[in-house]
């Protein structure tokens, strides 16, 4: 996973509430396990029955309750492998907001007049470290939990940070006994 550190950029402007992971990436297409190859099935339905038109820009602002359905990892998979390195909204599913900010791709909570502004400037600049926004209409702050920033932040993923503790694993195996011993009379 890569360090976030800035991130900006054009944006591109999904004005829909209630998007659910099944319309981000349908089902017909999570056939793998690879984090790659996703970019092209984004939003699959939609774009092929030409209800909407998305650039890969750096930057997608979207609207409440994005990423709401099933819980599926290949949402934020399909995300990012379509080129988008951060998600705007007022509100996000749980689930999905943490398997994005799980792979390094930052979603930021803003008020829905505050993405429209955005949408609207069409290009931004999000500071992981200062928390800001800044765009055309001006400079906003979002909050974020400090687990994920530092996640983010020195591009950590699960077993990124597992390995963080990779000397106290080692020793806690050196001091267990050998596997396969016979442990009948312990």
């Keep these: ?9 054009c ?16 089902k017909q297409f999570l ?5 790659t190859g996703f970019g ?7 774009i092929r029955d030409g209800e909407i038109e998305l650039e890969p820009n750096p930057i997608l602002v979207a609207g409440p309750n994005f990423g709401c359905g099933s819980s599926r990892e290949h949402a934020p998979w399909a995300l990012q492998d379509f080129g988008f390195e951060a998600i705007i909204a007022p509100s996000f599913a749980d689930i999905f907001y943490g398997n994005c900010m799980k792979i390094g791709l930052l979603a930021v909570i803003l008020g829905e007049r505050d993405c429209r502004a955005i949408a609207e400037a069409g290009a931004a600049r999000i500071d992981l470290d200062d928390q800001t926004v800044d765009f055309a209409g001006g400079v906003l702050r979002f909050e974020i939990d400090e687990q994920a920033k530092h996640r983010l932040r020195h591009g950590l993923d699960d077993i990124g940070i597992t390995l963080q503790s ?7 195996e050196a001091a267990a006994p050998a596997r396969g011993a016979d442990t009948r009379s312990l």
Excluded: C, N
């Design 11 to 26: 944006v591109s402007h999904l004005p829909r509430a209630d998007v659910d992971t099944d319309q981000i990436i349908p």
């Design 31 to 35: 056939k793998r396990v690879e984090r």
């Design 166 to 172: 990779a000397a106290a694993i080692d020793a806690f």
């Design 40 to 46: 092209e099935y984004l939003f699959y339905d939609w």
């Design 1 to 9: 996973m890569e360090p976030v550190e800035i991130i900006e950029g």
